[in-house]
């Protein structure tokens, strides 16, 4: 088999494009592994019958919290089949906190994911949080279409070469 091909991060300063323009995957396997965990979060504005609907557990579809937790962490694992250029990475930990705000009539989600590994999981911790809340909405849905998804953000990264992140308050 080829030596992987070198290539240096063009003069555009994109790495996940070469030199002409063209998409690639940044090749990282001159890279060390090293611990690496991001947390991500957002909301899902539900109305007061969706929030009273999840709390007294009376929709339809079944367990809104069990059902999203579960498909946000799938998310989390399948991250690479839908973001084009995320490489495949094995996930040490996956945890999924689903926090219903009844004041707000709000849903929150906050996804945090571990691995050992050389790159990062950002992308990883913010596709657990979307698709949860996706999940959300879907399985609410039929009681009221105009829930509103979002804000979703980074909260926060450690590891690799760009060292710690943390979100402004």
Known sequence: MAEPKKTKTPDHGFSHLTAKGSARM???????????????EGTITLGPKITEAILDEK??????????RVAGIMGV?????????CHPIFISGCDLDLEVIK???TLKAVCQV??????GVEMEALNGVMVALLTVYD?????????IIGPIRLLEKSGGKSGT???PS
Do not use: F, H, W
């Not at 694992?77 to 250029?85: A, G, M, Q």
């Not at 571990?114 to 790159?119: E, H, I, K, N, R």
């Not at 399985?139 to 829930?147: S, T, V």
């Open 114 to 119: 571990t691995t050992d590994s050389q790159t």
């Open 77 to 85: 694992k399948n991250t690479s089949r839908t973001i084009p250029l």
């Open 103 to 105: 004041e707000t009539s």
């Open 165 to 167: 992140y943390k979100a």
């Open 59 to 68: 929709v339809k579809k079944g367990d809104v919290l069990a059902v999203a």
């Open 26 to 40: 940044v090749n990282v396997s001159e890279k060390a592994p090293t611990r690496r965990v991001a947390v991500a």
């Open 139 to 147: 399985m609410c849905k039929a009681l009221d279409k105009g829930m």
